[in-house]
């Protein structure tokens, strides 16, 4: 299963960009979606997740400014990002499962191939 991020981009301090994050065929209600982020020369590390049951966490810096959330409909998770700092470059991969911790990458079955973002003026 290949999950498919899209929505990144350019974007200035301060602006905002929806993640999105889907996989034809592939039920997502059944599996926790994890959103991780990669900037240049660091590890990647984790943003946000949402559980089967719609409860959500976020991690550090993002806290405040960003919101997951799932479209049962469309089969798709979304990642709300807002007052985007040059920090939050990266690039930005879903992920699917069943994990103990939703933080931990490694609790990830399936992944995503990544979309890039940019925040600079």
């Known amino acids: 299963v290949q999950l498919q991020a899209s929505g990144g981009g350019l974007v200035q301090p301060g602006g905002s960009l929806r993640l999105s994050c889907a996989a034809p065929?592939?039920?997502?209600?059944?599996?926790?979606i994890g959103w991780f982020r990669q900037a240049p020369g660091k590890e990647r590390e984790a943003v946000s997740y949402?559980?089967?049951?719609?409860?959500?966490a976020y991690v550090g810096s993002v806290r405040g400014r960003v919101t997951i959330s799932r479209d049962s409909a469309k089969n798709t998770v979304y990642l709300q990002m807002n007052s985007l700092k040059p920090e939050d470059t990266a690039t930005y991969y879903c992920a699917a499962g069943r994990p103990t911790i939703g933080t931990i990458e490694s609790e990830y079955d399936y992944w995503g191939q990544g979309t890039q973002v940019t925040v600079s003026s």
């Open positions: 065929g592939f039920i997502f209600d059944d599996y926790a």
């Open positions: 949402i559980s089967t049951g719609g409860g959500s």
